[in-house]
């Protein structure tokens, strides 16, 4: 082949290359919705990570953990993004009334649905919120507080989409968050009545009807005292799954917030511990293994043998 020929075809590949990359992007760039907002965290601090206290989808005794919590006091609390102010609410506008739950708060509406919730505010209305409709994403919304039922100054934040219809875990919106510790399935508990017994591995039992088993299961994040949720929890008993779900969104339906797969706090929670369920334990050897992963997707799994007894009903 001729260099000229050669050159021509060189020329005709490259022509061939920037044909292709154009029909393959162009239709896109024409077709671009807005996007998602671009999120940042509400808090600034090189250590952040070692102060998120609590995670979303945790127990709070009869609920959901809503949003996720950060150890703080009278830090700037941030907007996670560009948007405008949707509601507000301080103690001085109603200087008679009780206090409420959420203390001083601040939602903000975002595009394509989004909302974020900013709660124990300290002290008085920020002048971003009190003189502006709009705010930029990392614009001064408020100070972190201890106001509303918090024990220790913290914000919790809560995100959402739909306008509040849905609530996300803000892990996997924000910008990723160091976790190094994986998570730790601790204890085994049977509740008898308003008694609980610890089951260790291997363990001789006996039970004359099914009881309640929970596990409790905490994750590390940073450091083992931090003792956050978990982002997802399978339950396998004798082999068979009889719960798998994960906590990255909650949805309102029917009266009731649920896991997107379907599961209420009363499915999932038992006495501030993860429901493992009613499970009727047979005679001999049982197996409970406990399948979960944190917010960095770190697994752990953990397999309780359970020797049983069954032992006739005295009623
Ligand atoms: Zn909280």
Same mark, same amino acid.
Request: net charge neutral; glycine share 8%; charged share 20%.
């Given at each position: 082949?001729?260099?000229?020929?050669?050159?021509?075809?060189?020329?005709?590949?490259?022509?061939?290359?920037?044909?292709?990359?154009?029909?393959?992007?162009? $239709?896109?760039?024409?077709?671009?919705?807005?996007?998602? $907002?671009?999120?940042?965290?509400?808090?600034?601090?090189?250590?952040?990570?070692?102060?998120?206290?609590?995670?979303?989808?945790?127990?709070?005794?009869?609920?959901?953990?809503?949003?996720?919590?950060?150890?703080?006091?009278?830090?700037?609390?941030?907007?996670?993004?560009?948007?405008?102010?949707?509601?507000?609410? *301080?103690?001085?506008?109603? $200087?008679?009334?009780?206090?409420?739950?959420?203390?001083?708060?601040?939602?903000?509406?975002?595009? /394509?649905?989004?909302?974020?919730?900013? *709660?124990?505010?300290?002290?008085?209305?920020?002048?971003?919120?009190?003189?502006?409709?709009?705010?930029?994403?990392?614009?001064?919304?408020?100070?972190?507080?201890?106001?509303?039922?918090?024990?220790?100054?913290?914000?919790?934040?809560?995100?959402?989409?739909? *306008?509040?219809?849905?609530?996300?875990?803000?892990?996997?919106?924000? $910008?990723?968050?160091?976790?190094?510790?994986?998570?730790?399935?601790?204890?085994?508990?049977?509740?008898?009545?308003?008694?609980?017994?610890?089951?260790?591995?291997?363990?001789?039992?006996?039970?004359?009807?099914?009881?309640?088993?929970?596990?409790?299961?905490?994750?590390?994040?940073?450091?083992?005292? /931090?003792?956050?949720?978990?982002?997802?929890?399978?339950?396998?008993?004798?082999?068979?799954?009889?719960?798998?779900?994960?906590?990255?969104?909650?949805?309102?339906?029917?009266?009731?917030?649920?896991?997107?797969?379907?599961?209420?706090?009363?499915?999932?929670?038992?006495?501030?511990?993860?429901?493992?369920?009613?499970?009727?334990?047979?005679?001999?050897?049982?197996?409970?293994?406990?399948?979960?992963?944190?917010?960095?997707?770190?697994?752990?799994?953990?397999?309780?043998?359970?020797?049983?007894?069954?032992?006739?009903?005295?009623?």
């Amino acid at each position: 082949m001729s260099s000229s020929v050669r050159n021509l075809f060189t020329v005709a590949s490259f022509l061939l290359f920037f044909v292709i990359i154009s029909v393959f992007f162009a $239709p896109r760039v024409l077709r671009a919705q807005p996007s998602k $907002p671009n999120f940042q965290w509400p808090i600034e601090g090189f250590d952040l990570a070692a102060l998120i206290t609590s995670t979303f989808g945790e127990s709070r005794k009869d609920h959901f953990h809503n949003g996720l919590d950060i150890s703080s006091v009278l830090q700037p609390v941030h907007s996670l993004a560009d948007g405008y102010v949707l509601y507000s609410r *301080y103690a001085e506008d109603n $200087p008679f009334e009780e206090e409420r739950g959420s203390g001083n708060i601040v939602w903000l509406a975002h595009d /394509q649905g989004y909302i974020s919730g900013y *709660y124990h505010l300290a002290g008085s209305r920020h002048e971003n919120i009190r003189t502006k409709q709009n705010v930029k994403s990392g614009d001064i919304i408020g100070l972190s507080g201890n106001t509303g039922h918090s024990s220790g100054g913290h914000l919790h934040f809560v995100l959402g989409k739909d *306008y509040g219809k849905v609530l996300l875990d803000p892990m996997s919106h924000l $910008p990723k968050m160091d976790d190094i510790m994986p998570p730790q399935i601790a204890n085994l508990f049977i509740h008898v009545g308003e008694k609980f017994t610890n089951i260790n591995d291997g363990d001789n039992i006996n039970v004359s009807k099914a009881f309640p088993l929970t596990v409790s299961i905490f994750d590390g994040g940073m450091k083992n005292s /931090q003792r956050r949720g978990i982002r997802d929890l399978e339950i396998i008993f004798n082999g068979e799954t009889i719960k798998k779900t994960n906590f990255d969104s909650l949805l309102f339906d029917n009266g009731k917030w649920k896991t997107s797969n379907g599961y209420s706090f009363e499915d999932l929670f038992f006495k501030d511990r993860y429901l493992v369920g009613l499970v009727n334990l047979k005679a001999g050897e049982n197996l409970v293994k406990i399948a979960t992963g944190d917010f960095n997707n770190q697994r752990s799994e953990r397999t309780f043998s359970i020797n049983v007894t069954r032992t006739s009903t005295r009623e």
